[in-house]
């Protein structure tokens, strides 16, 4: 079998966590690559709204295996927070979640660093989530980082080292004052509850899962134009983002992914510093923020909203291989009279419809303006009650892109989600 990877399109929040839940019962697992709790996914049904940050979101659909996968970085007291929550709401998982052992651990020290490196950063912050994902990611890279299977081994000593290092460059930013305190005991009870999960080397395990026939969902976090490599840098996270992570984020080889499904919204939003060509600082930035309720899953921050960028999404289509598109919160755009897309950018004048190096305030959005079908989509069953209107934006947005739009969301809930073709057509 092979493993298919779905991810966002854009900067995030474009309704991954939605997604992944309507698909699981297609698949035997669902795994997450990379990121960590900056990451919040959202899922509402039934008449709840679960926000996910570090477990997978297909952890709500029966038995399914979810697999924590060693790309990921992963904070012991979130963690565990988040996993009692959801026990508690009736829907226990130690069973059903594994987790990599070489997953890396953000420590609480990470975390303060995080604020450190954004404090030195005056005003060049890149608005991170503060939840020490760049700090923990640049210990990896650097080979200093504590990984999970540490912790059943010699822990103490190797986190006195790693603490004492992160408190000396603390030292050298003059970050503080600060109190460790609370934040260590929080952590170091979120490793002994770590210690009754399901430990694994789950690069063994999926690809054993595969060889035994059974299929796999990867789900991406964050989006591509927050990639390390190909995003707006250095505005973006510290993780690649894009389908290529999924490989060195589980330990699956490149011949074994499937299906790329890549996720956009119908227009773009995008949480914390850095440059986006479509912004609108207008009335109609406003009403999008309003309509689509554009506010962080994590830390509660107003998104910034602007039209779809369809010169930044060919470039992740592109880096992605998507083979399937999903179109999230067009009902967000229902009443509007006009859409406008972004098919150029102008740069000191000339047009081009690539992705540039840099998408500095050089560049210049190029728009065409498309009707609106001013109709309430958020109760349709099927694309046969599509409007004209929507109908051909589709149809833009397809001949763009050139690949085909398969699901159309129309609200936050699960049954609210539209599939176009039939399955495999
Ligand atoms: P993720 O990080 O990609 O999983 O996305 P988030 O959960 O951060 O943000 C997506 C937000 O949009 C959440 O509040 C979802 O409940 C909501 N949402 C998802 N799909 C739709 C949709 O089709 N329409 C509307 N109105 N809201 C949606
Ligand atoms: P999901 O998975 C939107 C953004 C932060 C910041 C930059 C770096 O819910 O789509 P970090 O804490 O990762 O070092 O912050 O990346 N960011 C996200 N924006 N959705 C996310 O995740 C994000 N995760 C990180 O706002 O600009
Ligand atoms: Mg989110």
């Known amino acids: 079998?092979?493993?298919?990877?779905?991810?966002?399109?854009?900067?995030?929040?474009?309704?991954?966590g939605k997604v992944v839940d309507v698909l699981t019962p297609r698949y035997d697992v669902v795994a997450r690559f990379q990121g960590g709790p900056n990451a919040g996914h959202t899922l509402e049904f039934e008449g709840q709204k679960y926000v996910l940050r570090s477990i997978p979101s297909g952890i709500f659909q029966g038995d399914k295996v979810n697999i924590i996968g060693n790309g990921v970085v992963l904070d012991p007291a979130l963690f565990k927070a988040e996993a009692e929550a959801l026990e508690a709401s009736?829907?226990?998982?130690?069973?059903?979640?594994?987790?990599?052992?070489?997953?890396?651990?953000?420590?609480p020290t990470h975390r303060l660093l995080d604020a450190a490196y954004e404090a030195a950063?005056?005003?060049?912050?890149?608005?991170?989530?503060?939840?020490?994902?760049?700090?923990?990611?640049?210990?990896?890279?650097?080979?200093t980082g504590l990984r999970v299977g540490d912790i059943l081994h010699g822990f103490d000593q190797k986190y006195a080292a790693a603490k004492a290092r992160h408190e000396q460059i603390l030292q050298s930013l003059n970050f503080g004052p600060y109190d460790l305190g609370e934040m260590e005991k929080a952590w170091f009870e979120g490793i002994e509850y770590l210690?009754?999960?399901?430990?694994?080397?789950?690069?063994?395990?999926?690809?054993?899962?595969?060889?035994e026939g059974k299929s796999v969902l990867c789900e991406g976090a964050q989006g591509t134009m927050l990639d390390v490599d190909f995003g707006s840098y250095p505005f973006v996270t510290s993780s690649n983002t894009i389908c290529a992570g999924a490989c060195t984020g589980l330990g699956v080889a490149p011949n074994k992914i499937g299906d790329v499904y890549g996720i956009?919204?119908?227009?773009?939003?995008r949480v914390g510093a850095g440059p986006f060509?479509?912004?609108?600082?207008?009335?109609?930035?406003?009403?999008?923020?309003?309509?689509?309720?554009?506010?962080?899953?994590?830390?509660?921050?107003?998104?910034?909203?602007?039209?779809?960028?369809?010169?930044?999404?060919?470039y992740a289509v592109m880096v992605d291989g998507v083979?399937?598109?999903?179109?999230?919160?067009?009902?967000?755009?229902?009443?509007?009279?006009?859409?406008?897309?972004?098919?150029?950018?102008?740069?000191?004048?000339?047009?081009?419809?690539?992705?540039?190096?840099?998408?500095?305030?050089?560049?210049?959005?190029?728009?065409?303006?498309?009707?609106?079908?001013q109709t309430d989509m958020t109760k349709m069953q099927s694309e046969d009650e599509f409007p004209e209107e929507f109908n051909a934006y589709l149809t833009f947005l397809e001949e763009q892109l050139g690949v085909p739009i398969q699901i159309v969301s129309v609200g936050p809930d699960r049954e609210q989600t539209i599939e176009r073709y039939t399955e495999e057509a």
């Open 1 to 16: 079998m092979k493993v298919d990877v779905l991810l966002g399109l854009q900067w995030g929040d474009e309704g991954k």
């Open 90 to 107: 009736g829907h226990p998982l130690k069973e059903r979640l594994h987790i990599s052992k070489k997953a890396h651990l953000i420590l």
């Open 121 to 143: 950063k005056g005003d060049a912050k890149v608005g991170t989530t503060g939840k020490g994902i760049g700090p923990t990611y640049t210990d990896k890279v650097s080979r």
């Open 195 to 211: 210690k009754q999960f399901h430990l694994v080397d789950s690069e063994h395990e999926v690809n054993r899962l595969l060889n």
């Open 264 to 269: 956009f919204k119908a227009y773009c939003t």
């Open 277 to 314: 060509p479509t912004e609108l600082f207008d009335e109609t930035g406003e009403k999008i923020c309003a309509l689509g309720h554009e506010f962080g899953a994590v830390t509660g921050r107003k998104r910034r909203c602007g039209w779809i960028d369809l010169v930044a999404l060919k």
């Open 323 to 373: 083979t399937k598109l999903i179109m999230m919160k067009s009902d967000v755009l229902d009443s509007f009279e006009t859409i406008k897309a972004c098919v150029a950018y102008k740069v000191d004048g000339e047009e081009i419809d690539y992705f540039p190096f840099s998408i500095n305030e050089h560049v210049e959005p190029v728009y065409v303006e498309l009707p609106g079908w």
